[in-house]
Structures are given as C-alpha cells and as structure tokens.
C-alpha cells in the first residue's frame, strides 16, 4: 500500500512528532507529583537519558511509546510501507531500550516502564490506579515494573 500523502507532507508530519514532553510522559509526571514525588527529569549523566529520575528512591521511570519501541498491545501494528526501513528502526529502538536498562541495573538503578497503551485507549488503567501502582513500586525495593494497557499481563 502506498503513503497516502506526498514525501514532503510526510517528513512535515514526522518532524512534529516529539521525543520528550509527550502527553503520555507529562500524565505519569503529573500523577507522580500529585503523589508527592519530586524528580529531575533527561538526565544526561544517567545512560538513555531517562524521563524521570527519582534520586532519593534511586529509581527510574521510563514512558514508552507503543509505536516507536515495538510494544506487543492491541495499539502497536508494523507499518505497511517502507517496511525494512520500519523494522530497522523499531528492532533498533528496542535493542538500545535492553542495553540502556543493563546499564542502569549495573549502575543499580531501579527501573519502571509506563506503555502509552496504558494511558490510552479502552483499555487504559485508571490514573489512580497507576498512580498507586508507582508509588508503591518507587517506596519498594523491587528492581522492575512495567505497566502496560489492562488488556496486557502486568510484571
């Protein structure tokens, strides 16, 4: 199947999708500081850059975007163009998303993964929901959590 807009509009668009700042990031920051969480947020010393860095509880949370890091919900589908370009770039995303985490564990960080899917959709969890569900992981000594749609197994 071919794009259905031309390669300049397309670039256009891609452009405009951003790295940081996301809805889905701002949401579990909000939740977080409404829970009485303070954070720093891309530290740059910290391998990957992580979105919000908990240094009193030496703990991470990472928000993840369903489409750009291949997660396997009901949101995520492989693109129908330009498929070994998507492919590269999505297995690429989630290779460098396992080595990052190796390093931060090394470094004995603790470290959560937030799905967009769990924040979007029918199947998203409730913000109280997940907000008990960080708080009581960033207060424990648990090393992972990874939060996903309710559709999905948690870990």
Do not use: Q
């Not at 397309?10 to 701002?26: A, H, L, Q």
């Not at 949101?75 to 330009?82: A, Y």
């Amino acid at each position: 199947m071919t794009d259905i807009v031309d390669r300049k509009t397309r670039s256009r668009m891609m452009s405009g999708i951003r790295g940081r700042d996301t809805k889905p990031e701002i949401t579990v920051r909000s939740l977080l500081h409404r829970s009485g969480f303070r954070f720093r947020l891309h530290v740059r010393e910290l391998p990957g850059k992580p979105d919000i860095v908990l240094p009193r509880y030496r703990a991470i949370v990472n928000v993840m975007g369903c489409f750009w890091h291949g997660h396997e919900c009901a949101t995520f589908r492989w693109p129908s163009t330009r498929k070994a370009f998507w492919r590269g770039k999505i297995l690429e995303n989630r290779r460098r998303d396992h080595a990052v985490g190796a390093l931060l564990l090394r470094a004995n960080w603790r470290t959560a993964t937030v799905w967009e899917c769990a924040l979007r959709g029918r199947t998203a969890r409730s913000e109280a929901k997940l907000a008990r569900t960080l708080s009581s992981w960033i207060r424990s000594r648990s090393s992972h959590l990874v939060v996903e749609s309710t559709s999905n197994l948690e870990s």
